[in-house]
């Protein structure tokens, strides 16, 4: 008989030979031990796992893709979700919407929707979690055309703290709706998401223009005056990264930091070349293209730069614009940042994103240019002192230059408490939501206080 009353899935606790090997997430820093992890099979399973963390006390934390930077989804002491079982895709062409189960992968959207010509706008890397994506926000390359991933949200199926199952949409369960679409899975578990999705591909046009420091400067310059006419068919992210060891990149530049311009845009093709091909004329590119690519294998082209397992320590801060004081602090840090796997990165909001009424959702910043973020990723633990400083001494410059709010899907674990700077003046809002729906904070999360 099963540890959770009525629960199909495996239930894997402390002393189950598999609990280290399906434990850890992304994050290799966070090593936490949740009482039982409950693989679930269905929406019932999630209802049983649910009511049974509620009647022993326990935290109740979903587990989607595990890309959580700050561990969220690894519980210490409580029961771990695993929605990684909930993996059905079901497109309706027609109706242009996604019926998407709480476990899936971009890459399984992905997948999916392209099969239709069709796609959800979400995030770059195919192996991150729709559910925990989605619920924080979702920013991606489609996002100035697109908007968020929760502005295409037509409604979900969501497990409350009491075990009842609803729907929250515009028309039923609107305060949760609202709270969910960028205030994270903290108000319940989400077991189906409803995605209006869009004709994109089968093939975008894409840039990847890779410059040495040298260079940096001056192509993020013109990247920032560049972008302030240019198209929303053009999604934009930058970064600092160090130079991957492999061909095309030239031998002398293996491991050196580099900065990389990628861009896609869904425009028709001869227009989106003459709007991508300056990428490539900002100086000495060590490597660079544009060039039409399928755009599953546009989606999956940054997957090796952050392995999953290895150290991550992250900040973020929304940007008002790329001043000329926030690129020349950012080309500093990254001469010498620590990390092999270290990225500075921005993703280009603006354009739809900024189109939706602040409002609207409990996203914290609709009118940024950009979402800075800086990832340090490294295999050694004895970089983690050094990691953590030079991350923190980078954020605590760009502070002054910062614009209001910050990106939950980006908070690391000693910044849980930043929930009032996160939701600004939508605080009190959600506080009242989160009491309504999670009196006893069952789902933890920053506005319960727990991580
Ligand atoms: C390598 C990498 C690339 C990334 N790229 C992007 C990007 O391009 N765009 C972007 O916007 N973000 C990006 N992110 C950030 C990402 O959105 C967050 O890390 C997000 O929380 C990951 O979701 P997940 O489901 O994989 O994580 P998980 O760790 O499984 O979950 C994260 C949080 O969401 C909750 N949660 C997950 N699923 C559900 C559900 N169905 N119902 C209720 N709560 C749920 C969990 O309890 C936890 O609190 C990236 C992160 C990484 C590590």
Known sequence: MSMIAGFAGNVIGPDHPEYDEVRPGWNGMIDRKPALIAQCTSTADVVAAVKHAAANGLTAVARCGGHSVSGASLPEGGVLVDLTGLRSITVDPEARIAHVAGGCLLGDLDAATQEHGLAVTAGIEPSTGAGGLTLGGGIGFLCRKLGL?????????????????????????????WALRGGGGQFGIVTRFDYRVHPIGPEVMVAQAYYPMDDAKAALTWLRDYMHSASEDLGLATSFLRVPPIDPFPEEAHGKPCLALIASHVGEADEARKALQPFLEQGEMLFGFVDPMPYVDFQRCLADGSPHGNRYYWKSHFIHDLSDEVIDIMVEAARDFPGEFSQIFTEGLGGAVSQVGADETAFANRS????????????????????????????????????????????????????AELFGPKTARLTSIKAKYDPANLFGGPLGGAG
């Open 149 to 177: 991933t929760i502005d295409n949200l037509a409604s979900m199926e969501v497990v409350l703290a009491d075990g009842s199952v609803v729907t929250a949409s515009a028309d039923e369960h609107p305060d949760l709706f």
């Open 368 to 419: 940024a240019r950009y979402n800075l973020g800086i990832s340090c990723g490294r295999i050694d633990p004895a970089l983690d002192d050094e990691a953590i400083s030079r991350t923190r001494a980078l954020f605590d410059a760009i502070a002054p230059h910062a614009d209001k709010g910050v990106y939950i899907n980006y908070l690391d674990r000693d910044e849980i408490d930043r929930a």
